[in-house]
Structure formats: structure tokens, C-alpha cells
């Protein structure tokens, strides 16, 4: 046994160039590997920092049970025993108890030009997203690390002054003397700053609970129990406890002579452990370590192929030399593994490098990190599987290919550069129409089990469309070759002749090289496609009117539309008041089959002026109807208590024209549970809707864009979460039903040339008078308005999605850039075998210009394979991914048609030519530069 690796030395040391080229593709590939899940790994490695920082110089803290099912709105989770912080502060086990009362929902800003109240909320017409959560407590000492300023006794002191959190001082630019606004309704407080402590890194997702806080607040605003209570204008209320045990004293002992206790008391312990557990839990953790498992399988599968490649390129060269081996006493055995000794041999060393390469670019490109990157073992050895794995995966067909080397075949002359046309197997094509047909057939069979569907499409319908591609790639590179030769040939002036049975003349290499190629285009096809046709629900159309104005904390009464519409901006203008309420779905149609899968139980009904919107010869609102007539529809509007809904809901919960839609009044909802009015929100009203009567279903139309509009423009008026639709009424009903006498929002066509700025300082400037008019020449709250038209709001979706889009397209396009090493290994190989008939064809007179541009021509052919492979196969996969949505995987909108972004398609198609271009660069100039003689001078090895 050891002359195999004498052999196997020396088959690699024939051929440097390939061997280089390969270990660098493989290594390139590892170090990906090792950059993701190092990446994750160092993220996950300093939570433990974050979990210490979270908890400050606290062991624990309890915080209220979180209830069953949720709460009502403006309610939050409470201890049932409020004298359990007293009772554990008397505990020989404690050492020192701090009660805490975290307030969340409040609007916290400041004076500065980011933190505004204007340039916050006109962002986002809510709360915003980087507003500190206030804390009142009464610790006397700072528990945490202060980074500046002083810690103000805070059970005792009664200043407006508070600490800030790093995170929200970074996001502010606040410093200490930095005045934080907290808004409580239409009163503004100025807390000032008189310190900045260091707490861990905000993670949405993780903070907020069921029906309110499930843990301490990541960015707080600490402030003193006589300060909080002057705000909120309730009696101290603690929602959390802080608990520092004494030296010796271990948590689970704490626990264990506790339970009881705070079992009747609905407490639960939150230490670091549930710290780390729910940061890791969190929706961008979980999508990083996503993003590195994927990572691992396209490595795998890149290296499968290059490595095979490189193995079948080997075997093909050697025919006549292998058989001599089997004619000299080697066994089959030793010949199989002597070409799997040649694919480990490639992936060691690039094992090694790939490991050393990926630690220095996580060491570089994750600054910032509190903690040493490290390498774990579970990256070392998801690194070596792939490397390993895939060395051995490729060499089975190779080395069984040359352990079948007859000893006769020794005798025979070399073909030389004739080698043998292969055949497309038509089981090959069978068996790979079957595997991609696997998905839509689980997607369009009648009769199937929805969760029976789910099963078939992820867990054979993936695996199906990999395994079908590899099944369908000889015939791609055969029909490819067929049409590209023609192509190719007239656009580089080369004789279809040199070029039409090139790739099917070594059909291995040419589908390992073109399979190498299609793994990250096909993904970023496939990514592209699907991403851009869901944006289509989510951008609106020409069908809406033009522009929605929203006012925040204040509203304006029927009889101040004359006088708003008379401002200089709304002058020539066709705009209309129109009154938004939040309703929920009636608890028993939401158990009913269709409602019982959604998430979402509540839904924006916002009362329009149907005759003079949507009626009349040119109408402002004019959707689409996908079920009922437009005529019947907007009658019925009118006369009894109906509305319309979008398609998106209908098709989710199974309703249609003429169905009724159970809404439960808000205003009912609040008088059931006792809770105050909100500032802003109607009053209750008297009619129908106070007995929960259904509203009948007018019609179905499309109404693309609602879910951005609503979510922007502050509709959502109650809770501000998701909603499963935005339902169009007569404003009649929501001033009858739901007791509305005023407006916040005013939709339709402003006159041309009037921009979104001037509209909103101009009705700014109107609703801060009528909000003096209302305090009796006092200054109020002032209040903010925002103007979204169609097309700040299709941008903004294509904005949001091109970034979500590209995050998710960054892996493929990697993986791209690293094919293109695998097509300078395929062309190495080829000039390499191909030397003699390249000399030979010189000979006879074809200009070498010629012999570079047939290498150029042929390098096309695959790359067009792959391109043509690619978006077929990605197509299809970005369809059915859209498809199984209508099974139950959705977010509240319809399955949408393919939209083809043909401009990134097209520059991803030209990044492969271009790049497959400049690899051949190189071999083919100095193809075009040898001589005659030393082309013919060589003879197989």
C-alpha cells in the first residue's frame, strides 16, 4: 500500500495548475463555512456578556406569569401578591430586593434634530421602534455599569431627572443634560438625563410578551418612583423585582424554597440562563444561524462537484495509463482507492486553509464583538464533513469509473483528441421530470390532506428539485449545446463544426462544471423571483386614491372640513374625511374553520364617503371586484350596515360576497372590561353594533398595498399590531355603530404639484390651531401629520424589500463568484487534453486567434447551461414556494403571479459570463501563444 500514495503524489504534481485551482475552490468554500457559523457562533458566545450586562449586579429578577390568553388593551401582566417584594427582602437568603415598574407603550424622544417627536413618529405613525421602555424603581445605587453621569436615589428623589440606557443614548446622540420627552396622552414630560448606564444590546422580539413585558427592558429610561408616578398618574405598581443573593446562596436553592410562594404570587424567575435562552430564540439569531446552515449545504454541494470535476477530468486523461496499472497486477480496489486518495488529497490542505482563512475573516469582520472569536467543534466538524464528505460523495463515480478499466484497453493506441460522444440516458430524463415534479404535484393533486401537501412539498419536493436538477443536467448541456453552438459560433466567428459535440464529447466534466455553476445562480433565481412577486400585494395600484393624510393627537369635527379644505395646500383638491376604528373579529366566528389558523384578530374599518369616493363618472376609489358587483356593492354600502373586503382575507378565511363578517364593537369590548378610552380614540355609540351584528360582505376586491398603508399611516388605531384586513364602509355606520364624531385622516387626490412637504407643514400648521382653538389659546400637544402618497409608499415597499431581497441574494451571489473557479478548472483541464488536437488544427493552418476564441466559445456553451439550467429550475422553485402559501403558510396575503425582476436577473447572467470569460482568459491566451511544436510534442503521461 504505499506506492499509492507515491501515485497519488505524482498524478498531483503532474498537473499543479488544476490541483491549485481546485484546492483553492474548495478552500474558498470552507472558509465560507467557517465565516458563517464562526460568526454565529461569536454572536451566541457573547450573549453570555449580554445576559450579564441585561441583569446588571442582580442574580435574578421575577417577573409576572404570563397569562393564558390575551389581555385586554392598555392591561399588562401583574403580580397577585404586592407585598411579595417585602417578603422576599426578609428572606436570609437575600441579600437585597429593588421593585421596579416597567411602563411600556410610552412615546419617548428628544429635543435633538434625530430625536424629535415629529421625525420619530412620521417615520412610523406609532410608537418608535427605538423609544426606551421607562423604568421606575426604588435602588439607591446604581446596579449597573455607569458609563457617565450620576445614579439619583431613586426611591427618595422627586426631580425630573433619570438614567439613560447606551443603546438609546447611542440612537438619540443624548448625552447627561439631554432632556428626554415621555408623552402620556396629550401631556409631554422632560425627564433630564443625569446619567448613561451600560446595558446590552436591544433585541426586538425579545423584550415584549403575551400581553405586555415578559422580561426587564433591554434600552430603559430609569427614573424615580415619585417621577413615575407623576407621569403615569397611578400608584406605584411593581412588575418586576430584582433580587441579589447572598454570597453562597445558589439560584436553584432560591427556587426550590420559593416555588411555592411564587407560585401563588403568578412569579416567575428570569435569570441569565432564560436570558441567553431567549436571545437565542430571537427572529435574526435564528436567521443567521439559518443563513449558515444553508451555508453548509451549498458548500457541500460546491465541493461535491469541483472535487468531481477535477476526479473525472483525471480518470478521462488516464484511460490508457489506468489500464496499464490493471495489466501490471493492480487490483480494482487499489485503483478506486487511488483516485479516492486524489480527492482527499485535494481536500485536506483546503480543510486546513479554508479553517484559517474563515477565523480571520470572522476576527475581521466581526468588530465591534465584546468577545474573542473562537473556532467550536461544531464548526470544525460541519468544515470537514463538507470537505471531507464531498471528497468522498465525488469520487465514487470517478473511482468506479476507473476500477472498470480493462488491462486489454492498455494495448489499444490513445484516441488522442477524439474522444467518444456520450448519450443522454433517457432514464436520466425520466427519473429527472419525475424529482421536479414531485412539488407541483403536491401543490395541484385533488383531494390531498393539507398537512399530507406540507409534508410532500418540503420534505420530497426540495430534495426532489436538487435531485432533479442532477438528473436533468446532461440533457440541459446537450440542448444547450446544441442551440449554443450556432449562437456562440456566429457571435465569435468560429465554424459551428469546432463546436458541436465539444461539451458532449467530455459530458462529465461539462455537467460537474455546469451543476458548479447553476448552485448559486439557481438560488438567486430562485430568491430574486419569489422575493419581488410577494412585494406585489404589498404595493399599491393606481385603484386607490393618490393620498392619505394622517393627524396624530388630535382630530378634527365635520363642521372644520370647510375651513381644512380651504388651506392653500388642499386648495383644487378632491379629499375627503374618512373615520378608522380597529374592531375585533367576534371570538366565535374567529373558531370557525378558516378563522381559527389566523393569527390576527382584528381588522381596520375605515369609513368612507361612498357617493362622492366611489361612485360618479371619475371615481377616487375604483378596486377591482373579485366577487360581487360593483353597482349592488356600493348601494348596499350605502343602505345597510356592510363593507368590502380585500382579497387577500377573503381567500384566507374562505368568505365572498354576500358571507356576513361578526365585528365586535371596540367601544363594547371596552365597556365589558372596564378600561378607560384612549386619547384619541371614539367614544361608544348606540346602534346595531352594540349587540355584535354581523356586517354583511358587499364585495371582494383587490386592494393591493393595504397592509403597508395601514401599518405606515397609523390606522391601526388601537393596538398598532398586525391586522388580518382593511375593510371599506360607509362612513354612516362607523358614525352610528362605532359613535365616531371626528376625523384623523382625509384620502383622495391632492391638486397637481403640491409636494408632501408643503402638505404636511401646511395642515400642520392648521391642526396646531385647531388644537389652540380646542385648549382656549393654551399651548397644547402639538400635534403631527404625515402624507403618504402611492408613490412614496411604493417606494418605500421596494425600498424595504430590495434590502431584504439582497440580504437573502448575498449568499448565492458568493457562491457564484466561487464557480468560477470550477470553470478554470474546467478549462485548464481542457487546454490541458486538448493540446495535441489544438496543434494539430494549428498545423493545417486555423489561426490561433481562432483556437483562443474556440476555448472562449466553449466556456459560453456551459455558462449558458448553467444560466438556462438555473432559471428553470429556479423559476419553478420560487413558484411553488409562492403556491404552498395558499396552504396555510402566509401572512395575510394571496398567492401573487411570478414577477421576473428581468434587470437583476440580467446583470447576474452577465456577472457569470463575465466572470466564466475571464477565467478562460488566461489558458486561452497562452494557448494562442504556444507553438506548433510544442503542442504536438505531447504524449500521454
Known amino acids: 500500500m504505499t506506492l499509492l500514495p507515491k501515485l497519488i503524489w505524482r498524478d498531483m504534481t503532474a498537473n499543479p495548475g488544476r490541483v491549485a485551482v481546485s484546492v483553492f475552490a474548495i478552500l474558498v468554500s470552507v472558509s465560507l463555512i467557517v465565516w458563517m457559523m464562526g460568526s454565529y457562533d461569536t454572536l451566541v458566545k457573547e450573549f453570555d456578556n449580554d445576559a450579564e450586562a441585561y441583569m446588571g449586579s442582580y442574580d435574578l429578577c421575577l417577573v409576572p406569569e404570563a397569562p393564558r390568553g390575551p389581555l385586554p388593551p392598555g392591561q399588562y401582566p401583574r403580580f397577585s401578591d404586592p407585598e411579595l417584594a417585602s417578603r422576599l427582602a426578609a428572606s436570609p437568603l437575600v441579600e437585597s430586593v429593588n421593585a ?8 419617548i424622544g428628544c429635543g435633538n434634530e434625530r430625536g424629535s417627536f415629529d421625525e420619530q413618529t412620521r417615520d412610523r405613525m406609532g410608537i418608535p421602534p427605538q423609544s426606551p421602555i421607562m423604568v421606575g424603581n426604588h435602588a439607591v445605587e446604581c446596579p449597573y455599569d455607569l458609563k457617565e453621569g450620576v445614579w439619583p436615589d431613586m426611591a427618595s428623589s422627586t426631580d425630573m431627572v433619570g438614567v439613560l440606557g447606551s443603546g438609546s443614548a447611542k440612537y438619540f446622540r443624548a448625552g447627561v443634560g439631554t432632556v428626554m420627552n415621555v408623552r402620556v396622552g396629550t401631556h409631554v414630560y422632560d425627564v433630564k438625563v443625569v446619567g448613561i448606564v451600560k446595558q ?18 433591554f434600552s430603559s429610561l430609569f427614573v424615580p418612583v415619585k417621577v413615575c408616578e407623576r407621569i403615569t398618574g397611578q400608584a406605584f405598581s411593581p412588575n418586576l423585582i430584582y433580587v441579589q443573593l447572598k454570597e453562597g446562596v445558589d439560584k436553584k436553592e432560591f427556587a426550590d424554597s420559593f416555588r411555592e410562594e411564587l407560585k401563588r404570587s403568578s412569579a416567575v424567575v428570569a435569570d441569565t440562563d432564560s436570558v441567553i435562552q431567549r436571545l437565542s430564540s430571537d427572529r435574526s439569531v435564528r ?20 472535487i468531481f470535476t477535477t476526479l473525472s477530468i483525471g480518470v478521462s486523461e488516464r484511460t490508457r495509463r489506468l489500464a496499464l ?36 475573516l470572522v476576527y475581521l469582520l466581526e468588530e465591534g464583538s465584546s468577545s474573542m472569536p473562537t473556532l467550536t467543534w461544531a464548526t470544525v466538524l460541519a468544515a470537514a464533513a463538507c470537505a471531507v464528505g464531498g471528497a468522498l460523495l465525488a469520487s465514487v463515480i470517478p473511482a468506479w469509473r476507473a476500477s472498470r478499466q480493462s488491462p486489454l484497453e492498455a494495448a489499444v493506441p490513445s484516441s488522442g483528441f477524439m474522444g467518444k460522444v456520450s448519450r443522454v440516458p433517457v432514464w436520466s430524463v425520466i427519473a429527472g421530470l419525475a424529482c421536479v415534479s414531485l412539488q407541483p404535484a403536491a401543490l395541484l393533486l385533488p383531494g390531498l390532506e393539507v398537512e399530507t401537501r406540507k409534508w410532500i412539498f418540503f420534505w420530497l419536493g426540495y430534495p426532489g428539485l436538487v435531485a432533479g436538477a442532477l438528473f436533468l443536467a446532461p440533457a440541459f448541456v446537450r440542448v444547450t449545446e446544441w442551440a449554443g453552438a450556432w449562437l456562440t459560433g456566429l457571435l465569435l466567428r468560429v465554424p459551428h463544426a469546432f463546436l458541436k459535440v465539444q461539451l458532449s464529447r467530455n459530458l462529465s466534466r461539462s455537467v460537474g462544471t455546469a451543476v ?79 378563522f381559527s389558523g389566523m393569527r390576527n384578530r382584528s381588522i381596520v374599518l375605515a369609513g368612507i364617503p361612498v357617493a362622492e369616493m366611489a361612485q360618479g363618472n371619475d371615481p377616487l376609489f375604483k ?16 343602505s345597510t350596515r356592510s363593507l368590502l373586503i380585500p382579497d387577500t382575507f377573503a381567500r384566507t378565511v374562505g368568505l365572498k360576497a354576500g358571507d356576513d363578517l361578526m365585528l365586535v364593537n371596540p367601544a363594547q369590548q371596552e365597556r365589558r372590561s372596564g378600561n378607560v378610552q384612549a386619547s384619541g380614540v371614539p367614544g361608544r355609540g348606540t346602534g346595531p353594533g352594540m349587540k355584535g351584528e354581523p356586517w354583511k360582505v358587499a364585495g371582494v376586491v383587490s386592494f393591493p398595498g393595504w397592509h403597508w398603508l395601514t401599518k405606515t399611516s397609523g390606522m391601526r388605531v388601537r393596538r ?40 404636511q407643514d401646511d395642515l400642520g400648521e392648521y391642526a396646531l390651531e385647531n388644537v389652540s382653538r380646542k385648549e382656549n389659546g ?100 420560487a413558484w411553488c414556494s409562492i403556491q404552498i402559501l395558499e396552504y396555510g403558510y402566509h401572512f395575510g396575503i394571496v398567492t401573487p403571479p411570478i414577477t421576473m425582476p428581468w434587470a437583476h436577473l440580467g446583470y447576474a447572467v452577465l456577472l457569470v459570463l463575465a466572470l466564466s470569460s475571464l477565467a478562460c482568459l488566461l489558458p486561452a491566451w497562452r494557448m494562442k501563444r504556444a507553438s506548433v511544436t510544442d503542442l504536438l510534442s505531447v504524449r500521454e503521461g
Open 100 to 107: 421596579a415598574w416597567q411602563v411600556p407603550r410610552l412615546q
Open 200 to 217: 446590552a444590546k436591544a433585541t426586538p422580539g425579545v423584550i415584549m410578551g403575551p400581553g405586555g413585558m415578559s422580561g426587564p427592558a
Open 287 to 306: 436567521s443567521q444561524k439559518d443563513s449558515a446552515e444553508m451555508a453548509v449545504w451549498l458548500v457541500l454541494f460546491s465541493c461535491v462537484f469541483i
Open 325 to 360: 496499472m490493471r495489466a501490471l497486477g493492480m487490483s480494482r480496489m487499489q485503483i478506486a482507492l487511488l483516485i479516492v486518495g486524489e480527492g482527499l488529497f485535494l481536500c485536506i490542505p483546503a480543510l486546513l486553509g479554508g479553517l484559517a482563512a474563515g477565523f480571520c
Open 516 to 594: 458548479s455553476m447553476s448552485v448559486g445562480l439557481s438560488l438567486f433565481v430562485g430568491v430574486q423571483t419569489w422575493g419581488y412577486s410577494m412585494l406585489v400585494p404589498f404595493s399599491p395600484d393606481a385603484s386607490t386614491p393618490g393620498t392619505l393624510v394622517s393627524f396624530l393627537h388630535t382630530e378634527f369635527k365635520p363642521s372644520d372640513v370647510p375651513g381644512l379644505m380651504a388651506r392653500p395646500s388642499l386648495r383644487n383638491s378632491r379629499m375627503y374625511p374618512i373615520y378608522v376604528d380597529e374592531p375585533d373579529i367576534a371570538p366565535a366566528q374567529m373558531k370557525s374553520p378558516g
Open 623 to 638: 378596486p377591482v371586484f373579485v366577487s360581487g358587483n360593483p353597482q349592488e356593492a356600493y348601494a348596499m354600502l350605502k
Open 720 to 759: 398598532g399590531g398586525f391586522v388580518a384586513a382593511l375593510a371599506i364602509a360607509d362612513e354612516r355606520w362607523l358614525k352610528e355603530d362605532y359613535g365616531h364624531q371626528g376625523f384623523q385622516f382625509i384620502w383622495g387626490d391632492t391638486a397637481p404639484g403640491v409636494s408632501n412637504v408643503e402638505l
Open 778 to 877: 393654551t399651548e397644547g400637544v402639538k400635534p403631527l401629520v404625515k402624507a403618504l402618497t402611492r408613490e412614496s409608499l411604493g417606494g418605500s415597499v421596494t425600498s424595504r424589500g430590495d434590502d431584504v431581497i439582497f440580504t437573502m441574494s448575498k449568499l448565492p451571489i458568493i457562491m457564484m463568484v466561487i464557480a468560477v473557479l470550477a470553470v478554470l478548472n474546467t478549462v485548464l483541464a481542457s487546454v490541458q487534453s486538448r493540446r495535441r488536437e489544438f496543434g494539430l488544427m494549428r498545423a493545417v493552418g486555423v489561426p490561433g486567434g481562432m483556437v483562443m476564441r474556440m476555448l472562449w466559445a466553449e466556456t459560453l456553451m456551459i455558462s449558458l447551461c448553467s444560466v438556462v439550467m438555473s432559471v428553470a429550475l429556479g423559476v419553478l422553485g
